[in-house]
């Protein structure tokens, strides 16, 4: 391994209101530890702060504060708003004092009457309150905070509102565009955004931070946008920059630039779930080995601004919409992911739990075993959800150019059960079904935006024979075509040599030989597949034939099948006779120990080519057809064999074009705020909505609810564009601002998360863009788009974007993983860890060790620089890595260290002494904070 450079951050000095030490990510790990171990954790314990006479902190128990909270967590949802088991609410006191169906709940000043204490302190099991089933039963600190509250009169405030009601939830009511609000600050605001922001600044008391430097806002544009920084010709272009309008001329060219797609792709293939194939040695358990297909398709929608409506209703149902549209139906990758082999039912609960989490920010899951403790979301809801996906299964249909569906082919859903039908499962178990009612699709009522229908959908007959589309036998003639030339060209060469250029004379003619047997193979595999081709097309044409047509098509099919089978008889005996050439050659070049088994092979060859010369007595019209499609197999029943199959069908359900239409209608309250909030939390960092795929009654509400949903309608009114939302959101004054808290006393103390957006907050980089931003650096970065994912043993040669590596639940990149990479089951918001080992991958991984050396000899400009323009070397390194000039100090504390280094023995017997040193700084310097940190 590689050893760290010595720390040529130690030292004292400011740089931005900073200590120099915090610059750099490994003196920042040092501090950030030193700190954790001197934490006084007095106040962060998770045991119950009351004291033995069930006081909080000494004090007399408080209603609101004590009292209210544990009922809402323990007991609203069975007895508040969305439900009043037994008539009895108890999310007021009032409502208490008033009871149920058995009386009154709460007795004030008599706790052993009251029948709420009865429930929750009983010691029967069946009696007690929660019931077993929803949980642990009250803590004995609990218990005494209830006790003593009712024995003290149950004091609660007058003017106490009940929960309101479950169906006018923030996220339930229709997202309305609301309107700009008036600011004290008006010419602050760049555009409406601004407004919204501005709002928050004058009701908090906030001022904002000033606009940052050119510098940063093109460095924070260039990683934001496409994923990776501006080079130092690009950053010096856009500082001198004089038009007014720089900014948006910048903005509009990233948004237009294909690394764009991918810097965004990414982040939707963290929300969408993508994982590539993975399973037990070769066999496949989960999503596909070709679902890099839906991945490029994500990226090239992106780049072409495809609606995200468009995006999820192709995601949810091409198949059904475009059914022969094959670049299309790679978006079903979407579902083809959650494929699982040998579990039906935790296939669709991953696919109805995601849909939900991604596409509408509901934890629908969470009502499989009974209805939602929170949501107005009854079990059966869950079924009737299931009952969307129940019919469908995965296959792989051909793509052009590839013949063998084992080595590329799109993998896409269709309706494979069309009459399946959907029961509940009694308390989520799938071996207790409730089979004496049958589940139809259907939406939650509080979620209804109209009278819900589903439409069955006829298909083309290319979508129940894809065998029929022109690709599929285009593509074996093609494939055929190209063997026999290649097979034609070897036999050329082989024939051309002479006993000098390497073969003696007797091996020679036995190669030529051997190369003409396996021409004449070629030639017989191409007529075969000429004839099969044509032998399949008269028989789609005695199937699509009237009845005055019938008996002349089905003659001319029946001809052609014998030619077929001929034809195929003559592809075995040309084989056979290569085979037994092959095998008599062996035999000839065999030692005396091998020659008996040599032997066996010849006969055995002998006799398959007796057996290929063999007419059969009658014509066959038997011949093998080529398949348009391959079904991914499913071991449901057994895992010891594969499940029965259907016939495609001519017909599919129209479930999913039904709950697609429904998810992108335009009155839906959830999509867009969900879709809108997803893209602010990756420009912004801090979601609007804090629980992003939990928009329901136990998530956090919106910190800004008109900007959510200002963006949500704009969204939905530009044509759900994101890239038009994109340039909304980055040519706002509130996405310009500077980073700094210098100065900023007052804000700070105010406001230290900056909830209110007073303040740019420095965001980490995510993996990806860490690895991709080195090698764009070292000019290294391969810009090649698309295609199969690069195996784990190839990536760290490779020099491709990180979105291109594989990415499953078996194969996770280290080095991406080190910096909280996205997990191949669930990841809807980055983690952020700060670990030692992040600072040991910048300067010790053979990634930065090999392009730190390609840097420092890039801005050297030779392998054997001088030392002399040491200074013009450190200032350009600031400038190419950070983006920043350094400060005095700054450039002779790495004076000091290049010294420090060449006065190494070791270092000054190199010839490219100089260099090795450089390239210590240069890691030195990927090390910094400020490399790893969007500002």
Known sequence: MQHLPPPIAAGSGLVSGRPLASRFLLGFLIGVLATVSGLSVSGLSAADPTDSDGNRDGTTVDYVRDIKPLLATRCYACHGALKAKSGLRLDTQAFMVAGGDQGPAVIPGDVTNSHVWQRVSSADIAHRMPPESEGEPLTAPQLELLRSWITAGAPAPQDEQPEPSADQHWSFRACVRPPLPTIAQPTWAKNPIDRFIGLGHDRQGLSVSPEASRAVLIRRLFLDLIGVPPTLEQLTRWESDPSADWYESLVDRLLADPRHAERWGRHWMDIWRYADGSGLGSELRNSHTHIWHWRDWIVESLSADVSYAEMLRLMLAADELFPDDMQKLRATGYLARNYNRFSRTQWLEETIEHVGKGLLGMTFNCAKCHDHKYDPIEQVDYYRLRAFFEPYLVRVDMIQGEPNLDQGGIPRVYDAALSIPTYRFVRGQDSNPDTSTTIAPGVPSVLSLSEFSVTPISLPITASQPERRAAVLDTHIDAAQRNLRAAEDRASKIASASPTNGLAASDGQAERELAQLSVAVAHAELASVEHRADAMRATWAMEDATAETKQTATETARTRAHNAYRAERAVALAKARLQLAEATEQLKKATSEKREAEQQAVDKAREALTQAEQEPSEPSDKFAPFAGTARVETRFVSNQAPDPVEPFHTQTTGRRTALANWITDTRHPLTPRVAANHIWTRHMGSPLVATTFEFGRKGSPPSHPELLDWLARELIDSGWSMKHLHRLIVTSATYRMGPTTAGHERQMAK?????????????????????????????????????????????????????????????????????????????????????????????????????????????????????????????????????????????????????????????????????????????????????????
């Open 751 to 935: 406001d230290p998360d900056n909830r209110w957006y007073w303040r740019r907050s420095p965001l980490r980089l995510e993996s990806q863009v860490v690895r991709d931003s080195i090698l764009a650096i070292a000019g290294q970065l391969d810009l090649t788009r698309g295609g199969r994912p690069i195996p784990a043993d190839d990536q760290l040669a490779s020099r491709r974007r990180s979105i291109y590596f594989l990415h499953s639940a078996n194969d996770r990149n280290l080095f991406l993983t080190m910096f909280d990479d996205a997990s191949a089951q669930e990841c809807y918001r980055r983690d952020e860890s700060i670990v030692p080992q992040q600072a040991l991958a910048l300067s010790n991984s053979q990634l930065v060790y090999n392009t730190a050396r390609s840097i420092a000899e890039q801005i050297s400009g030779s392998k054997q620089p001088s030392s002399h323009n040491e200074l013009e070397f450190i200032q350009t390194l600031f400038r190419t890595v950070l983006m920043e000039t350094p400060t005095a100090e700054e450039s002779v504390i790495c004076q000091k260290a290049l010294a420090k280094w060449r006065s190494i023995p070791d270092v000054a017997k190199d010839p490219e002494s100089e260099l090795r040193c450089r390239s210590n700084l240069v890691r030195a310097m990927l090390n910094d904070n400020d490399f790893v940190t969007v500002r």
